[in-house]
């Protein structure tokens, strides 16, 4: 489990903006075209509603512009482009190549695939970019899985939506917000999750379902723990939203009540690389981090990957 060491370069936000599909698609939408129902889904995965539509260049363009204008710094100053996704527009080149050109960039720009842990992984590459001297690094999730679902299967038609968040993320003179991390993947839980080149997603639900809850549990240990912190020191918790019951499943494990937790599931869906910044920016969560207090970013997903930050909101 590595450590920050203590004088390394920090980083904190100061910018964020979030998009999401242009359709809105309730259950009762879906019920109309398969065999399921607004209560089942409902009582099964906390999801209301979703948003559907929109390419992921475009979504993460709107989120990523919002963010620079929020941050009020010259796009030309951004040092490295790092954009989460695990649905890009084209195989080649990366959308972040799109991203970069449309937001008036002039940086390096790579796509990270680490699914619905995506923007974590993203978050933490950009807090290596700015130990190693980069000033300002723009960090997206974007996802829409609307394209790689089979709108014939309830398995998964019912979880899956699009979206986008995006953060600016600067030097600070100080140790900056990042505490304690946590990377972690077991490709050997490949076949439980996944969707072929083209294809569209296929998945084990109920195993998934038992995989997330641990492997959330796990990672969240490890990060508190190189945090130094401890569950009960934790203002607010932003899990992956993917079900509600995987959710409070896991915060009950780690001892961290619902109250501390933003949800944003019931609207959202599940929007992968999107998730995690939708329910820390984003207008539907409840709970909002204020100076100093300690964040907890978990998220998990295909591959099986995990991934974990805790931060010190607004710190120097
Ligand atoms: N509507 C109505 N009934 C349904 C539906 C549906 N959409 N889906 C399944 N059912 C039925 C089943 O046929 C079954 O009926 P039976 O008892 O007569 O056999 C019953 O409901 C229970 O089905 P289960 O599959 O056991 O339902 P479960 O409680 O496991 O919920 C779900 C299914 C929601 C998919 C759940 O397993 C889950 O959320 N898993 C995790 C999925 C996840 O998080 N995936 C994303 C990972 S992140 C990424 O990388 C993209």
Redesign the pocket.
């Known amino acids: 489990m590595p450590t920050i060491p203590s004088n390394v370069r920090g980083a904190r936000f100061t910018g964020w903006g979030v998009a999401l599909g242009e359709k809105i698609v309730t259950n009762d939408d879906l019920a109309l075209t398969m065999?399921?129902?607004d209560e089942?889904?409902r009582e099964?995965?906390g999801i209301h509603r979703r948003h559907i539509g929109g390419s992921t260049a475009a979504m993460s363009i709107e989120s990523g512009s919002a963010a620079l204008a929020m941050a009020g710094i010259d796009p030309a100053s951004i040092d490295a482009l790092v954009l989460a996704t695990t649905t890009p527009d084209r195989a080649v080149p990366a959308t972040s190549a799109t991203v970069q050109n449309a937001l008036g960039l002039r940086c390096g720009a790579f796509d990270v695939n680490a699914?619905?842990s995506g923007f974590v992984y993203g978050l933490i590459n950009a807090h290596g970019l700015i130990a190693l001297g980069a000033e300002r690094v723009l960090v997206i999730g974007t996802d829409s899985l609307s394209r790689v679902t089979d709108w014939t299967d309830?398995?998964t038609a019912?979880?899956f939506a699009d979206g986008s968040g995006a953060a600016v993320l600067e030097s600070t003179s100080g140790h900056g917000q990042l505490l304690g991390w946590d990377l972690d993947a077991d490709g050997s839980a490949e076949e439980i999750?996944f969707a072929e080149i083209g294809g569209f997603i296929r998945?084990d639900?109920?195993e998934?379902?038992r995989r997330?809850v641990r492997i959330m549990v796990d990672s969240a240990q490890k990060s508190m723990k190189a945090a130094g912190i401890t569950a009960d020191q934790l203002s607010v918790v932003v899990p992956h939203q993917?079900?509600i019951r995987?959710i409070t499943s896991a915060c009950d494990k780690l001892g961290v009540p619902m109250e501390k937790v933003s949800v944003v599931v019931h609207e959202t869906g599940?929007t992968?690389s999107a998730s995690i910044p939708l329910a820390l920016f984003g207008d539907f969560g409840q709970v909002r981090p204020k100076e100093g207090d300690l964040v907890l970013l978990v998220g998990f997903?295909?591959g099986m990957t995990a991934a974990s930050a805790v931060l010190q909101w607004g710190a120097q």
């Open positions: 065999e399921t129902s089942w889904i099964r995965t699914a619905c309830r398995n019912i979880l999750l998945m639900g109920k998934v379902f997330a993917a079900n995987i599940n992968s997903g295909a």
